[in-house]
């Protein structure tokens, strides 16, 4: 009886082990077709870090670039000025990309509103007013990713041929039509709609490193306070006492 009653637990735990390892083999892939584009696309892979690349930040800042430091990449017939702001656009949308036109929109949105509690989770510094401003341009970004997913489907690309298109695709949408926001100062960032409209409801504004120092400053706030007041009474008692 005991055995009968531990084999569906086993099968279930067996499952999400199973589950879980796809998921997580999935999203490896994903991070790694990534870090290869933005490789060959941008010119420098900042995901994985695996790729080498003779690319430098060592250009002259630009507006568009919010007077981030450059370089110059070549791509096909197309040259275009890098920044790291820039490159992380273009890894949101071509991510997204690769998610919906493999996963369907549904999940490739929840697997990157997903990425986006893991960063906030992870964030070591704090919730700062560029983390939400990042926040916003990232889901958005992730929401052109998805809409070209959706072109790549409907002119029946796929394979390396799906995975072509969207780059290009993607560059297009950064250099000509400049519907992918690549830097976080961007005021297009303000005329976004709320996250909960883009489908990422209940992230705080603040975490956990957020709520370890402002207990902190409290608590330093109140040992200065009662050392004030413990000065002051053996003030006070000096005082009687001479």
């Not at 279930?12 to 290869?36: D, E, H, N, Q």
């Not at 930040?57 to 981030?68: E, L, N, R, V």
Request: charged residues 30%.
């Amino acid at each position: 009886m005991n055995l009968k009653t531990r084999r569906p637990g086993a099968a279930a735990l067996a499952s999400i082990l199973f589950c879980a390892t796809l998921s997580g083999l999935y999203v490896l892939s994903i991070l790694w077709r990534v870090s290869v584009a933005e490789h060959e696309v941008m010119g420098k892979d900042l995901m994985l870090h695996i790729f080498t690349s003779r690319k430098e930040f060592d250009k002259p800042q630009t507006i568009d670039s919010y007077m981030a430091a450059t370089f110059s990449q070549n791509y096909k017939n197309m040259r275009f000025d890098v920044w790291r702001d820039k490159i992380n656009g273009f890894q949101h949308t071509y991510g997204s990309a690769l998610a919906a036109f493999e996963l369907g929109d549904y999940l490739s949105d929840k697997l990157f509103v997903a990425n986006e509690f893991t960063e906030w989770f992870f964030d070591k510094d704090g919730v700062s007013e560029r983390d939400l401003r990042d926040r916003h341009r990232d889901l958005e970004n992730n929401r052109i990713g998805r809409g070209i997913a959706r072109q790549a489907h409907q002119i029946g690309y796929f394979g390396h041929d799906a995975e072509e298109y969207m780059r290009d695709r993607i560059v297009l949408a950064i250099e000509n039509e400049r519907s992918v926001i690549t830097h976080w100062m961007d005021p297009k960032v303000d005329l976004l709609p709320t996250e909960a409209d883009m489908g990422c409801p209940n992230l705080p504004k603040i975490n956990g490193y957020d709520c370890y120092r402002t207990a902190r400053q409290k608590i330093k706030k109140t040992k200065q306070r009662i050392a004030r007041k413990i000065h002051k009474y053996w003030n006070k008692v000096e005082a009687l006492v001479t």
